[in-house]
């Protein structure tokens, strides 16, 4: 069955950084579109970034500059390396394969002093 576990999650102070990665099982990795997102309590779930079959990228723009999501299908592995990370980061982030409907558990990141 399809399987998405996300890891690399933390506390970490504003500015620090975080590289999360979710691996990937159960379905057609290397051609399927991935994406983060992440749902911070009391409000809606938002994409983070995505990654295309092709390496298209497409951010949020609150994390345009800061974050970059890449992809190794030879791990089935999706990333999301976070640099100079804010509070209003902290949120449950999570993995997506859209063609599969599935979604991962997710991964806390919190960003405090």
């Known amino acids: ?3 998405l576990v996300e890891s690399g999650g ?4 504003p500015g620090g950084s975080l590289t999360l990665s979710c691996a990937a099982s159960g379905f057609a990795f290397r051609t399927s579109g991935m994406g983060w997102y992440r749902q911070a309590p009391g409000k ?5 970034a995505t990654i295309s079959r092709g390496y ?3 951010y949020a723009n609150s994390v ?3 974050f970059t999501i890449s992809r190794e299908n030879a791990k089935n592995t999706l990333y999301l390396q ?5 509070p209003e980061d ?10 599969t409907g ?3 558990q997710g991964t806390q990141v919190t960003v405090s002093s």
């Open 1 to 3: 069955q399809v399987q």
């Open 10 to 13: 933390g506390l970490v102070q």
């Open 44 to 48: 809606e779930r938002d994409m983070v």
């Open 56 to 58: 298209t990228r497409e």
């Open 64 to 66: 345009k500059g800061r």
């Open 82 to 86: 976070m640099n100079n990370l804010k």
């Open 90 to 99: 902290t949120a449950r982030y999570y993995c997506h394969a859209p063609g």
């Open 102 to 104: 599935y979604w991962g």
